[in-house]
């Protein structure tokens, strides 16, 4: 049998192994997890529910197994790693406690003996494919609310980190309350997410690349069965001349380095007022050459690797692109040499023009664009010069300002100033090349189910 290895990016060494999915296995669980679908349907969304606070806990229980796994599996921080796993269930606890609630049916006509209902069902089995981005995270929202709305589920996690998926496995496994069939997983790379799409599902549930969510949405038009599809992003923020510079820099920071820049909804281009330009590149160029670089087991360690060393490569051929296009590094630019592993080091790029790979690509690595910008009508065109939809910023005191360019952007979600678009009864999905359908809160939950009309007279 064909294994598929996880290899550290922080250090090249091999973390453990798994076996690749075979086509009669994946056939299998398929099989199973429509045997299984009715039962777990008819128990009801309180009884599953109560079987899903006992799984939560048994994941809090291996809590620290998984935070060690997706810093070995993927180079993600030891610090970003204890917060994801704290927001992850946050989130878990929300679908549960919020579940019913959305899922509730909804009156649409009421009068005499008339009434009418919107029933929200189940649509039956689902494939989940994820990315490694956010090992955990990915689990907790496409499998959870699945669950919740009483679908059946088959999971794939990424390739460059099969063992969280497999600890994951385990521990539903060794739980042993769940009707078999409602839960298991498949291993593999591209192929197997291939021959599990290609069978009798009844939805697929995807988080990736654009250029794979556009295959599995061909896929699911010939099926005719529904795709809830997140992709990639190119999310601008935009900076006027009237912020506090020292208060911004951090935040563009975090809201581009975080995960080694390896997040769908991360700024991956700063657009900036041409009065605070020069200001905000030597201040945000300044603040990124302090940044603890180093092994992403180390609490002290603020940027670790990139998750494998095919997406170091990727990133090379993007900057290097845009360098001999005529772009010019502040500061970074190069593999980090200290380090044997997946290391490029914090990259700022300026005179950067649209016909560009860091432009006009999703850069998913530590490397930020820096452009600027005269009125409110280019910061707009350029903010839209994107294939993508997901998200943007915008920073500006004049709050009328900002709302007006708010309207204007064509995203998913716009963050002005402080504010968050992460919150759990948030939908959460993009324009474009970004996505189709949502996840997260009622909207997130409908968009599972089957919609039935019962009508009373």
């Not at 692109?321 to 290391?343: E, H, N, T």
Request: glycine share 8%; charged share 25%.
């Amino acid at each position: 049998m064909q294994t598929l290895q996880s290899i550290n990016p922080a250090n090249n060494r091999l973390v453990g192994e798994v076996s690749i999915s075979p086509e009669k296995e994946i056939i299998e669980k398929v099989k199973c997890a429509h045997s299984a679908k009715q039962k777990w349907k008819s128990l009801g969304i309180h009884t599953r529910i109560e079987m899903l606070r006992q799984l939560m806990g048994a994941l809090k229980a291996r809590e620290q197994e998984i935070i060690l796994l997706t810093i070995r599996e993927m180079g993600k921080t030891l610090t970003e790693t204890k917060n994801d796993m704290t927001w992850d269930f946050d989130y878990f606890q929300e679908f549960l406690d919020h579940g019913p609630q959305y899922l509730e049916d909804e009156i649409t006509v009421q009068k005499g003996k008339i009434l009418h209902r919107i029933v929200y069902e189940a649509r039956g089995v689902v494939a989940c494919i994820v990315p490694w981005n956010f090992p955990f995270a990915n689990f907790v929202w496409s499998v959870i609310p699945n669950l919740i709305v009483g679908n059946t589920v088959i999971f794939k996690h990424s390739e460059e980190c099969p063992l969280v998926g497999k600890l994951i496995e385990d521990i539903v496994t060794e739980l042993n309350i769940f009707p078999p069939g409602v839960f298991s997983e498949v291993y593999g790379g591209a192929e197997v997410g291939q021959v599990l799409v290609s069978q009798n599902i009844d939805m697929i549930w995807f988080t990736g690349s654009s250029v794979v969510g556009r295959k599995l949405f061909d896929i699911a038009g010939k099926k005719q069965i529904k795709a809830v599809l997140e992709m990639g992003g190119s999310n601008p923020a935009i900076i006027f001349d009237d912020v506090d510079i020292d208060s911004i820099v951090p935040k563009i920071y975090r809201g581009r380095f975080t995960n080694c820049g390896q997040v769908c909804d991360a700024i991956k281009r700063l657009i900036v007022h041409e009065k605070v330009y020069d200001e905000v590149v030597e201040k945000l160029t300044h603040y990124t050459r302090h940044i603890k670089i180093g092994d992403p087991e180390q609490i002290e360690t603020e940027l670790g690797p990139l998750a494998a060393m095919r997406q170091l490569q990727l990133i090379e051929s993007q900057i290097n692109a845009s360098i001999q296009a005529g772009a010019k590094i502040m500061i970074g630019g190069s593999r980090v040499q200290d380090f044997s592993g997946a290391y490029y080091a914090p990259t700022i790029l300026v005179d950067v023009d649209n016909t560009m790979r860091v432009w006009k690509e999703e850069v998913f690595g530590p490397v930020l664009p820096i452009v600027p910008f005269a009125t409110e009508e280019e910061a707009i065109r350029l903010a839209n010069d994107t294939i993508y939809g997901l998200g943007a910023v915008v920073h500006s005191i004049d709050t009328k300002r900002a709302k007006r360019i708010a309207i204007c952007l064509e995203a998913g979600f716009v963050d002005i100033n402080d504010g968050n678009h992460w919150a759990q009864c948030n939908p959460f999905g993009g324009y474009k090349l970004s996505g189709m359908g949502c996840e997260h809160g009622r909207h997130g939950f409908h968009e599972l189910c089957q919609f039935k009309v019962i009508a009373e007279g």
